[in-house]
């Protein structure tokens, strides 16, 4: 099992069992309440006396640590369970409602999403506005929010309500990479631009 190579800082926490007793098939986004670096929130899973973590922090500056090993279960949405099976993602955010994230933060937590799902054989993001369906995994369900398990507002309503958009992004990006059409890991060989256009033999 291995670890994103999108993470620029990793300091590993004790908050956390080892190893996770599940295969890794969910993803559960939270929101740190506040505009963290990866850095500031990897050091406070580090060093806090609270017992909370996450596999990975994005930061405000679209910067990712990896604070828990993904073969380790963090403890992070007060579930046990859901953190056996599940990679879990801080993101950093305003501090009260709707928890905002910086467009950068956003668009590192889309690539750390892709990524996780490409090395650990998630084909595709299933989410659903309905708690039981994604608690029972019903239908594929594979994303879950902390407020499924805790009475908390995490993701926070800006996160919560994109959750279906970064699904549908998540999905493109890996069903361009599995159908050669993204042109990122499979490039089309390209005719030399100085031949000229070939008429018909
Ligand atoms: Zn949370």
């Known amino acids: 099992m291995s670890n994103s190579s999108l993470a620029t800082y990793t300091r590993i926490t004790k908050n956390k069992t080892s190893p996770r007793n599940h295969a890794i098939d969910t993803i559960t986004i939270h929101c740190i309440v506040g505009q963290w670096t990866a ?28 604070s828990v090993d993904e073969k380790d279960r963090s403890w992070c949405s007060s579930n046990g369970t859901n953190d056996n099976r599940a990679i879990t993602i801080e993101v950093a955010s305003d501090t009260s409602h709707p928890y905002a994230v910086t467009a950068k933060a956003y668009a590192a937590l889309l690539d750390l999403v892709t990524d996780i799902c490409k090395r650990n054989g998630i084909k595709k993001l299933v989410w659903s506005t309905n708690k039981e369906d994604r608690v029972n995994h019903r239908n594929g369900c594979n994303l879950t929010v902390h407020r499924d ?53």
């Open 39 to 66: 850095k500031q929130g990897c050091d406070y899973f580090a060093t806090t006396d609270r017992q909370c973590s996450a596999n990975y922090v994005v930061g405000k500056d679209g910067s990712i640590g990896l």
């Open 149 to 201: 398990f805790a009475n908390k507002a995490c993701p926070g309503e800006y996160l919560y309500s994109r959750h279906g958009e970064i699904a549908a992004e998540v999905n493109r990006r890996l069903q361009n990479a599995s159908s050669g059409a993204g042109g990122e890991l499979h490039p089309q060989p390209q005719k030399s631009p100085q031949a000229a256009p070939q008429g018909p033999p």
